[in-house]
């Protein structure tokens, strides 16, 4: 029903700025909201930021005011902006849909549509 795809991860220094992207493809469905989860070694993966079709944007403590989520809703894309990197930055960034379908018999949400994940290392 959905593809969702990473992408833009790489190798920046500390203080230096990546955009990440995630294109939803597929038909049949619209989108609810869009997250931005994080993993690094060793921890569980964390919520950095959500961006629901309504409604206000959340972000993580730990990189608000460096972050910035967005949407292309005409092309189902989401966006990440990350601004002044730091080391713990560093990890395994995925993107998740929510969306809803629609069938002939049915309408329903799905909550767990993931991307494979793009890695983001910040290191000098």
């Known amino acids: 029903q959905v593809q969702v795809v990473e992408s833009g991860g790489g190798l920046v220094q500390p203080g230096g700025s990546l955009r990440l992207s995630c294109a939803a493809s597929?038909?049949?469905?619209?989108?609810?909201?869009m997250d931005w989860y994080r993993q690094a070694p060793g921890k569980q993966r964390e919520l950095v930021a959500d961006?629901?079709?309504?409604?206000?944007?959340r972000y993580a403590d730990s990189v608000k005011g460096r972050f910035t989520i967005s949407r292309d809703n005409a092309k189902n894309t989401l966006y990440l902006q990350m601004n002044s990197l730091k080391p713990e930055d560093t990890a395994v960034y995925y993107c998740?849909?929510?969306?809803?379908?629609?069938?002939?018999?049915?309408?329903?949400?799905?909550?767990?549509?993931w991307g494979q994940g793009t890695q983001v290392t910040v290191s000098s």
């Open positions: 998740n849909a929510v969306i809803e379908t629609r069938t002939l018999s049915a309408r329903t949400v799905s909550y767990n549509n």
């Open positions: 597929g038909s049949g469905f619209s989108i609810v909201a």
């Open positions: 961006i629901p079709t309504t409604g206000n944007t």
